[in-house]
């Protein structure tokens, strides 16, 4: 990465942020962007006047507690194997995280293929992939789901908490958040959906949407875009991802979901129903869903007592402005689900110090 | 969670593949990108190839880990003295 571009790129927010005369206030809806800014300093890079805020792009903590809670209760189980990405084990549910709550049959995967390995291995232990993730992570949740279809191995289903991003901007911003000006979407999601996607944000909200990868001159060159579109009032989608990003994204990967999933009113942790913005097996694969598999209705969910991760979430507060963070709530012992993930916002902060 | 990284194809046999970065070697599935040949270079996302991308795009990543590793090994050395 060159010191040109990233100087050029800084030159060229403060000049938009003068021009601009006003405050900007962008959110990066990815945790691994809100990583990455800390990482490299970033934020302490950028005018006074510009501010970033960290979105509810991090699958982990997104993942309605509700949801941990039969996971865990499912590891109680002798006849089932747990296969999850190892995020999501310190996520607290009511009664403990997986990483305390199993007995040894909990099995951390890289990938949906693995859970698939493991169900070939154990045909007497039903394995439930816990397959959550945005649009980066859906994409292969289906291809084990055709797999096991192919091969008939009855003894592997899902949990399925997949979520898509653009309806959750949406919502951020029609809860009348006039917070966010704009935002920087997440490279790898809009790998799979294609910078196209967010065309209904810039037309419905008049915000700029610009997709940027995770080195630090390419994340400064995407703040660059959007303070530039700000100070001439033309919000337009745009990406400086080109080498990955395409307009219309990941064509197999999106027929590939489309083919399992439907989307669905559930629940994202700490902001609530978002109408549109889960998803959910089709009914003709519910044989792969383990709530239904194992009899689970509905869980009601109750978030833990002082935590704000929601208003961290929907760009409301900063962490430190959270009772509980730094105090009861850090990274060895978290409350909330923002503290637990190393891409969420309060482990960030926690970690990386306040600006 | 969102991480993906950007290796060359070595080896393809139907949907599954050997991938290379920086010398590291693994299996991957490019049932998402099946116009993929040997030699060309993919963005890998949970073991899964998700994206082709090219060379400029992946030197990039690869100088930046070769930067940390170099970081990492600077820190563990200052730790041992």
């Known amino acids: 990465m060159s010191i040109e571009r990233i100087l ?32 490299h300093g970033i934020r302490s890079m950028l005018p006074k006047s510009l501010k970033m805020l960290s979105g509810p792009g991090c699958p982990v903590c997104v993942t309605d507690q509700g949801m941990i809670d039969v996971v865990i209760e499912l590891a109680q189980r002798d006849d089932c194997l747990i296969a999850t990405y190892g995020d999501m084990i310190r996520v607290p549910g009511a009664g403990g995280s997986l990483e305390t709550q199993h007995r040894g049959n909990v099995k951390v995967v890289f990938s949906s293929d693995h859970a698939l390995a493991l169900a070939r291995k154990h045909p007497d232990k039903t394995v439930v992939f816990v397959a959550v993730g945005f649009e980066t992570t859906t994409p292969p949740t289906a291809v084990a789901l055709r797999q096991a279809q192919a091969e008939g ?84 989608v745009e990406s400086v991802y080109g080498a990955a990003v395409k307009n219309q994204g990941n064509p197999v990967a999106l027929q590939l979901m489309d083919e399992y999933f439907e989307t669905w009113d559930g629940p994202w942790r700490g902001l609530g129903v978002i109408p549109g913005a889960s ?29 704000l991760c929601g208003r961290v979430l929907c760009g409301l507060i900063d962490p430190p402005q959270c009772g509980l963070f730094g105090k009861k709530c850090t990274p060895d012992s978290p409350v909330g689900p923002c503290m637990v993930s190393t891409e969420g916002a309060c482990s960030a902060w926690f970690k990386y110090g306040i600006k | 969670m969102c991480l993906a990284v950007p290796a060359r194809i070595i080896e393809k046999d139907g949907d599954k593949a050997v991938a290379d970065a920086m010398g590291n070697r693994w299996e991957i599935r490019i049932t998402l990108t099946p116009e993929v040949e040997v030699g060309d270079i993919v963005l890998i996302h949970a073991g899964y190839a998700i994206a082709k991308v090219d060379e400029d795009e992946a030197a990039k990543t690869w100088e930046l880990f070769e930067q940390i590793a170099a970081m990492e090994a600077e820190r563990k050395g200052k730790s041992e003295k």
């Open chain 1, 153 to 236: 191995l009855d003894n592997f289903c899902i949990i399925c908490g997949h979520k898509i991003v653009v309806p959750a901007m949406a919502a951020l911003l029609s809860a009348r958040n006039d917070k966010i000006d704009a935002f920087l979407c997440p490279g790898h999601v809009s790998v799979i959906i294609g910078a196209d996607a967010y065309t209904p944000i810039v037309e419905q909200f008049g915000r700029p949407c610009v997709v940027a990868g995770f080195e630090a001159g390419q994340i400064l060159e995407g703040i660059a875009r959007i303070c530039t579109q700000i100070a001439d009032q033309k919000p337009q």
């Open chain 1, 279 to 307: 998803l959910r097996l089709k009914d003709e694969f519910s044989r792969f869903d383990a709530l239904k598999r194992f009899g689970f209705a509905e869980v009601p969910t109750e978030e833990p007592a002082g935590c």
């Open chain 1, 8 to 39: 050029t790129a800084r030159e060229q927010i403060e000049a938009a942020c003068d021009k601009a005369g006003r405050p900007i206030q962008i959110m990066e809806v990815c945790g691994t962007h809100t990583v990455s800014l800390f990482r």
